[in-house]
């Protein structure tokens, strides 16, 4: 009788033992309903475990106030305008500029005399008629003319080809330059103009 009901007692033990683990199986798989996304986000935070990639974050451009003041601040930074270039000079301060350079030119030597001669000689030219040289004055590394012409088309004619004129009579034109500062026109037509001749710092 014993032995029965001990046999009673372990296969009821042996029941309540597998029924307990039939229980704990079934929990086990039973999902969890009661937690949220954000458990879920924090279970997995970069997606690394769950196989899901987080999204990117797109960045946002800056407000525009900012970039308004941004370009204030570009406007501030700009560079200064360049100033403007002087005003050209008038005709009598460029004839004053021309007549105390040729004041403060040195003395020249025998040639100075000989490219006076020869200026002269040009004007004496065929090709300069039209014009009359009523004065030359020579320097160092300057001569002043005085020339008279007939009329507006003797002066523009002559001077258009005065380096032509004077190297055909001995004068070394190389590197020589002319101005006429002052020209005036006559009432009847005829021009009267000072030329300035000059080469830099070599002797005429």
Do not use: W
């Amino acid at each position: 009788m014993k032995r029965l009901i001990i046999a009673s007692l372990v296969a009821l033990v042996g029941l309540f033992v597998i029924a307990r683990l039939t229980l704990g199986s079934h929990s086990a798989n039973r999902p969890n309903r009661g937690a949220t996304a954000e458990d879920e986000a924090e279970a997995t935070p970069n997606g690394e475990e769950s196989g899901v990639s987080a999204p990117r974050r797109r960045s946002l451009p800056p407000p525009r106030a900012a970039r308004a003041r941004g370009d204030r601040s570009g406007a501030e930074a700009a560079p200064e305008m360049a100033p403007r270039p002087a005003a050209p000079r008038s005709d009598a301060e460029m004839a004053s500029a021309l007549n105390a350079a040729f004041d403060a030119d040195r003395p020249g030597g025998p040639e100075t005399g000989q490219t006076r001669t020869a200026i002269a000689t040009a004007f004496r030219d065929a090709r300069a008629t039209g014009a009359m040289l009523r004065g030359v004055e020579c320097r160092a590394t300057r001569c002043r003319l005085d020339v008279e012409f007939t009329d507006k088309g003797a002066d523009k004619r002559v001077l258009s080809q005065i380096f032509v004129l004077l190297s055909s009579n001995g004068v070394d034109t190389k590197g020589l330059g002319f101005t006429v500062p002052t020209r005036e026109v006559r009432p009847d037509g005829s021009v009267v103009a000072t030329i300035h001749l000059y080469r830099g710092e070599e002797t005429l």
